[in-house]
């Protein structure tokens, strides 16, 4: 953070909040809650930098701006800490009890095809918070009759590659599942998507089939590191069989993506213990 070159202060903290949720950033909001003074002051950080607010002192502005980039690294919603946790050198701070909140527009996911396998993802990402797009080319697959749900955001594509990019937009905060109901399809959603910076994209189907899909991005001169970072098949390995564990197993891994967690069992720690 820089001293006075990032520092909007004739921002409130609340009207910089909405425009950091319209622009997709994320940010640490950073409130005193436990101090001899300043109790109740706010400093916002966001992810480049910038910060509305104060803390009071230009000493604790920097050594929580710093903290604050930990924290977001961190993926932890809230978390409250002393000074004297991540700056001991603040002798007369050193009790100042902060909370840090992660602040972040809403998860999005972009579902491409809206055949079992879409239809539950869209269903049970709406249901865990995730602001959810179900696209297909089928009028009558994306209809309000299948979906109740009204949080879930019907998109009729008149073409893929087209619908697609318009709904992913930047790309921000974004997470991508092209579950069409062929490799032609999958490769006209793909065309939009590698295109565009989404934070995860997954591509259903067997080896052979997203590797057609892949091959074919590849000819036409796509990034190469795009292509590495694409989730094909998607989903983790749970065995799983039916639509609605496949759905379970995408949604799982894209939550898995952005919490940064390793997908891995819980319980594993214990098994090794005992070994």
Not at 22 to 31: F, P, R
Not at 219 to 239: K, M, T
Request: aromatic share 4%; glycine share 8%.
């Amino acid at each position: 953070m820089e001293d006075s070159q990032n520092h909007v202060p004739s921002l409130s903290i609340s009207k910089a909040i909405e425009q950091l949720l319209e622009s997709g950033l994320t940010a640490s909001l950073v409130t005193i809650i436990d101090a001899s003074e300043n109790v109740g002051s706010k400093l916002l950080l966001d992810e480049n930098g910038n910060s509305t607010g104060s803390v009071g002192s230009l000493e604790l502005a920097r050594a929580v701006a710093k903290q604050a980039l930990i924290f977001l690294a961190s993926r932890e919603e809230t978390r409250a800490l002393r000074v004297s946790e991540f700056a001991p050198e603040l002798s007369s701070l050193r009790e100042t009890l902060l909370l840090f909140e992660r602040i972040h527009p809403e998860p999005r996911l972009v579902i491409c095809g809206a055949g079992h396998v879409g239809a539950t993802l869209a269903r049970l990402a709406s249901s865990v918070g995730y602001h959810t797009t179900l696209i297909d080319d089928r009028a009558e697959f994306v209809t309000r009759e299948r979906f109740a749900d009204e949080r879930i955001e019907l998109v009729l594509a008149e073409t893929w590659t087209t619908a697609v990019g318009e709904a992913i937009g930047s790309g921000k905060g974004v997470a991508i599942a092209v579950v069409t109901r062929g490799h032609n399809e999958d490769e006209e959603c793909m065309r939009a998507v590698i295109t565009s910076n989404p934070d995860y994209v997954g591509l259903i189907g067997s080896r052979r089939r997203t590797n057609i899909v892949i091959d074919r991005l590849r000819d036409a001169g796509a990034n190469a590191e795009v292509l590495r970072g694409i989730r094909a098949p998607i989903g983790l390995d749970i065995g799983a069989v039916t639509p609605e564990e496949v759905a379970l197993a995408i949604l799982a891994e894209i939550v898995a993506h952005r919490r940064g967690g390793t997908g891995g069992s819980l319980s594993a720690w214990r098994r090794e213990r005992e070994t």
